[in-house]
């Protein structure tokens, strides 16, 4: 009972940092939720130009329990450079495309037997370009 | 000895799982939502960001839950449309950047031993916050306009142009040569007394 209840507050602090981060903010390009693309209410065609997967931010964390001792490792990747950079190479760094995000995943799970805790955070984006002017 | 062995071979195999993910979709924005700093402004252009006014912040939370070790996702989409849109309206803005989407672990998926039960829900908060912006309009353009130039009036007589006076070019006197100097003393005729 002493176990869980270390376990439980060794996670909630573990809950009060962190997280997974999906932006692309140094990208030029407009990278698109929602239909309309400009300001004043234009909407897209549905013309694609090509396709990109992007799985970043993505952080993870282990920490083990054994004999008494607790272990607390973590991996932290950079939020938005993974992103940013995927973003530019299909963009090739030009502003003359637009990123539409098609589909936009965040979450995480916890798998934990009686010796180890291993957490993950993920975000993944999948997205299409398209022209400017199409 | 075997025994123990068996048992913690057991509870080493049980197996905790908990946790959950979902899709944040914006499908009745009314607004352009950027991911990144660009947005096109009405004419198809960025704006650049001299023209980008930050006139609020857009924060949604959202909790979203699981169950069934995360594989049965009781909120499989995030419709962020309506906050963007109040939120937008509230601040009189006209695009959202620099949205960006955090998932953060939730306390429930640590609980062991109880998320080894398969309707243990397991969650994720989420959230989503960006830049509410108002676009500024274009400085105008500046235009040199060309220098008046004088028309003549159409009765005025012609002007008549007198000749420029040719300049007068000096003459170039050679330098007159140094007259060899008569000697004014007498001259000594040889003989003479």
């Known amino acids: 009972m002493r176990l869980l209840f270390l376990l439980s507050a060794l996670s909630l602090a573990t809950t009060a940092c962190g997280g997974s981060v999906m932006t692309a903010q140094r990208t030029a390009s407009p990278v698109l939720l929602g239909p309309v693309d400009r ?6 065609s549905a013309q694609r130009s090509g396709e990109a997967t992007l799985k970043a931010s993505t952080e993870a964390g282990v920490y083990m ?8 490792a973590s991996r932290f990747d950079s939020g938005s ?10 963009t090739s760094g030009k502003d003359d495309c637009d990123v539409h995000v098609s589909n936009l995943t965040a979450g995480g799970w916890v798998l934990n037997s009686f010796s180890t805790t291993w957490w993950q955070d993920e975000s993944e984006l999948r997205a299409w370009v398209r022209k400017s002017g199409q | 000895m075997i025994r123990r062995i068996l048992l913690a071979t057991c ?4 197996v905790g799982c908990a946790g959950a993910s979902s899709e944040v979709v914006a499908p009745g924005a009314k607004v352009p939502i950027s991911l990144s700093r660009g947005v096109r402004d009405a004419d198809g252009e960025i704006v650049p960001q001299s023209r980008q006014e930050v006139v609020g912040r857009f924060e949604q939370d959202a909790t979203v839950w699981a169950i069934g070790y995360s594989f049965a996702k009781l909120d499989p989409t995030t419709d ?7 939120q937008v309206a509230r601040a009189k803005g006209q695009a959202v950047v620099r949205l960006s989407v955090r998932s953060k672990p939730c306390a429930l998926n640590f609980v062991e031993v109880l998320n080894w039960l398969p309707f243990w829900p397991g969650c994720s908060n989420l959230v989503i916050v960006g830049d509410i912006i108002r676009v500024k309009s274009k400085p105008p353009e500046t235009v040199f306009a060309p ?9 005025a007589p012609e002007t008549a142009f007198a000749p420029l006076p040719t300049p007068r ?5 050679p330098a007159a040569r140094p007259e060899s100097k008569k000697s004014k003393t007498p001259v000594k005729k040889v003989g003479a007394r």
């Open chain 1, 65 to 72: 329990h054994a004999y008494g001792t607790y272990f607390m």
């Open chain 1, 81 to 90: 450079t993974p992103a940013t950079l995927s973003l530019l190479d299909a």
């Open chain 2, 11 to 14: 509870a080493a195999s049980l």
């Open chain 2, 169 to 173: 070019t000096r003459a170039v006197v």
């Open chain 2, 147 to 155: 220098l008046p130039v004088p028309r003549p009036k159409a009765d």
């Open chain 1, 39 to 44: 300001v004043g209410g234009h909407r897209a």
């Open chain 2, 80 to 86: 962020i449309s309506d906050a963007i849109n109040a």
